[in-house]
């Protein structure tokens, strides 16, 4: 089992930004991939960006070129920096873990708690 713990999130106008940290613990050894989604009331849960231990990351059209996301491999903790958020941002968001095959990202049943970002107009 992984264990994903998130934080940050909040409430910011928008323009600003925030930064979200997600840890793992537990049995890591099998990922090698993290990343965040977001969801909104009534609708799927999204990808947002995603990233293998390698460094290799992939984003979603909508948020590329305003969120960058990174990891810390030694601290098994992986971080979504969003920048220019937009009222539309708004939704809670999930940590993900999973396993890239080349670069294919297979997200696994590891979720973080959610945290709310709110990004007000």
């Known amino acids: 089992q992984v264990q994903l713990v998130e934080s940050g999130g909040g409430l910011v106008q928008a323009g600003g930004s925030l930064r979200l940290s997600c840890a793992a613990s537990?049995?890591?050894?099998?990922?090698?991939?993290m990343g965040w989604y977001r969801q909104v009331p009534g609708k799927q849960r999204e990808l947002v960006a995603i990233?293998?231990?390698?460094?290799?990351?992939k984003y979603a059209d909508s948020v590329r070129g305003r969120f960058t996301i990174s990891r810390d491999n030694v601290k098994n903790t992986v971080y979504l920096q969003m920048d220019g958020l937009k009222p539309e941002d708004t939704a809670v968001y999930y940590c993900?873990?999973?396993?890239?095959?080349?670069?294919?990202?297979?997200?696994?049943?590891?979720w973080g708690q959610g945290t709310q970002v709110t990004v007000s107009s």
């Open positions: 993900n873990a999973g396993r890239f095959r080349s670069i294919l990202y297979q997200s696994y049943d590891y």
């Open positions: 537990g049995s890591t050894g099998g990922i090698n991939g």
């Open positions: 990233i293998s231990s390698g460094g290799y990351a």
